[in-house]
């Protein structure tokens, strides 16, 4: 046994809000002192049941020499391999197979769905197994916590919320009469895969017509992978940029119309960045914006009640304004990295009696 802390994940390829949030506990572990080294299975598309189970044995003999031992993931079966090892593990996991599953199965090809099923049940039995077997369960949201207690069969009260931090330096808002000299010309922005159906771009777009003709200045932009739509009048995919941070502080609003988040990252990195938020009732944002005070959360997925909250909120200056303030406050107080080291450092350093 070393004295390293041990991570096992999800591959970092899958990016987005999966690798930040791996990263964020990474970075705040090393940030307290602790040496780090991560473990994952590669993904296999159409066989990742199956190259999970196999590719778990070799995980599980390198987890053994963990001075200490975390699953840190989007979704719980990446950290079989900590299961088989016999060490006692925790998990700070993003949301439920099913939960994801349920929002993207009506926008996939008939192939993937098929291959969806094929994978289902053992990825499941998996997933009951590294939830039922951790010391302790961690959630990233309240969505996230109900949603991992329904998978595992544990309690709610026996998962702990333990939010993910957002970089308030990085996404911080720009000068307000700058932010204030645009809304002339508002940027509504998105920011995620475009072409993941869990996303939901087709209603942003669907409902992208009635906000032009309603403010014919406004534009939206889409960045991150494009949708395989065609895009309305007045949008643009501008594609993966070098630089999120960069697209949300000069943006107006900030829309996420998920159909299914376990937290949402960039939502709360829009609040930071003294931006707005309208959110789908999708899980995570729910919170987030909800308690905030950051912008809205609809009541539904109907494109005529997305088009009327950006209407509102564009043409509502000093509701606009109110909303910037409130969010950036949020995310300060309850996603500072300083708050989320000094839980983290509690975390760790508690005696468990394994």
Do not use: C
């Not at 942003?204 to 065609?230: D, K, M, N, S, T």
């Not at 809205?296 to 209407?311: C, I, R, W």
């Amino acid at each position: 046994m070393t004295d390293e802390l041990v991570v096992v994940t999800q591959d970092p390829r899958f990016g987005g809000g999966a690798l930040a949030h791996t990263r964020a506990f990474v970075d705040g572990a090393e940030a307290l002192g602790h040496r780090t080294r991560t473990l994952h299975p590669p993904f296999v598309p159409l066989v990742d049941s199956v190259n999970q189970l196999a590719r778990a044995q070799r995980i599980a003999r390198l987890a053994r020499r963990a001075g200490d031992l975390w699953v840190v993931a989007a979704a719980a079966p990446y950290g079989y391999g900590a299961a088989r090892s016999g060490r006692a593990y925790r998990a700070w996991i993003g949301t439920s197979l099913g939960e994801e599953w349920e929002a993207r199965r009506a926008g996939l090809t008939r192939g993937r769905r098929l291959a969806l099923d094929a994978n289902a049940p053992l990825l499941r039995r998996l997933e009951r197994v590294v939830l039922q077997g951790a010391e302790r369960v961690y959630a990233t949201s309240p969505a996230s916590r109900e949603a991992l207690a329904a998978a595992s069969s544990l309690s709610a009260n026996d998962i702990e919320i333990l939010r993910i931090p957002v970089d308030t330096e990085r996404f911080h808002p720009e000068p307000e009469a700058d932010w204030l000299a645009r809304l002339d010309r508002p940027t509504v922005v998105f920011v995620g895969r475009g072409d993941d159906p869990r996303k939901n771009v087709r209603l942003l777009l669907e409902a992208w017509p009635a906000i032009h003709a309603a403010v014919p200045a406004a534009r939206l932009r889409l960045v991150g992978r494009p949708p395989l739509q065609p895009l309305p009048r007045g949008a643009d995919a501008v594609g993966e940029v070098a630089s999120v941070a960069e697209e949300l502080v000069g943006a107006s609003l900030f829309v996420l119309p998920s159909l299914q988040e376990g937290f949402g990252i960039v939502a709360a990195e829009a609040l930071a960045a003294g931006v707005p938020a309208v959110v789908t009732p999708s899980g995570g944002p729910e919170e987030l914006v909800g308690r905030s005070g950051g912008g809205v959360v609809l009541a539904d997925f109907h494109p005529d009640t997305l088009a009327d909250a950006v209407v509102t909120l564009l043409t509502d200056e000093a509701r606009l304004l109110e909303a910037r303030g409130r969010g950036r406050r949020y995310v300060e107080e309850q996603h500072a990295p300083a708050s989320f080291r000094k839980r983290l450092a509690a975390i760790l350093s508690e005696d468990r009696g394994a």
